[in-house]
């Protein structure tokens, strides 16, 4: 039996990717299987968001150089899309491609390789195995050239997702038995900005409430993509997790505007201001860029300033990573290393301050927690807290849950019966 592995670095988009490539191959005859497990094809979906996420798609294809068993290995993605000439000299790897349908380049593979599947091994997979939330790609594609970020390149322009297309896909992931679907996207608020009136993300969600699914989740959102109408239905449904993704990247308006942001700090804190009047426990996480060229210590202490005003739930910070081809990456003015790793740290430690302080509001308070790890139980609420549990629960089981204590980074709970 041909026999298959797929790595997938990045994003919850190339998650979703990972997932229509593996249901592809199953429906050819193939089988999915550990990479350690001696595939014949071991794939990597690659990312090129940082020097570091390219770094690792190479390595982890190199380790596979070392077994006993060579694969025919696959570099795919982002990575080769966004530079293919830099990808290509990696020579040890067999076939290396930018994006494809995954027909395509599973015809490719079999076509290079000349491993073929059987034809009476053709199979259903159901997706997302291992996981108890499902996401779901509803649209592709950026246009907005931030000038540190390579994903327009890597990506390319917008498109949207049919409507009946995306209640085909709700449909599957709720025979599946999943209860909670993350809409995501390269850019999730440009969705239907290529099609009629009729394709909005607003639309989109009215659409799927309709349905029985418990959780309604949305990814990355921009500031000014928040529309009143969005904020109206996360009020009114409960289906519709109160939590909202807004990347700030920097609370300074001179950096933000060398970024290539097309918002001030002040707008974003009057916005966040005005969300939460509408949707009170809202939960707004948010990325942080870090060691910005030209970023001075007064900009950064402007940005920790905006982060403490906002208090936002959850922060992930990230350092500057330079991107070949992008305006960002050949400006003069960079920030060395140690002082980025200063700054990194401190707004963490900033982060966990306020992720406690937010926490601890719902400290004694019932919140609907889906159950999603082990080693302790964990799980996370609508607003995106995370609670851990004393006893034993499967994976995917809604459940009522008290916050007892703050612990590590969320609650500690126990089910209310």
Known sequence: MA???????GCKANQYDSEQLKKEFVSRGWKLIDEQADPDVFLVN????????????RQRLRKKLQGRHKPFLVLYGCYPQSYPLQAGKTSEIDLITGRMEPAALIDRIEEVSGIKPRPEN???LIPFQGRTRAFLKIEEGCESFCSYCIVPRARGGIWSKPLADIQKEVDELLHSGFKEI???????????????????????IREILKTSLPRLRLSSLEINEVSPELLELMAAENALCPHLHLPLQSGSNRVLQMMNRQYSAQEFMEKTTAYRKVVPEVGLTTDIMVGFPGESREDFSRTVEVVRQIGFSRIHVFPFSPRPGTPAARRNDPIPGPEKKRRSLFLREVGEELMKRFNSHFLKRQAEVLVEGSSPVQGWSPNYIRYYLPDQYPPGQLLQVQGEKIFQDGLWGKEVQ
């Open 46 to 57: 690659s990312c090129a968001v940082t020097g570091e996420a390219a770094r690792q798609s």
């Open 122 to 124: 053709r199979g259903e």
């Open 182 to 204: 993350v809409l995501t996207g390269i850019h999730l608020g440009y969705y239907g900005k290529d099609r009629d009136q009729n394709h909005s993300l607003e639309k989109v």
């Open 3 to 9: 026999k298959v592995a797929i790595f997938t670095l």
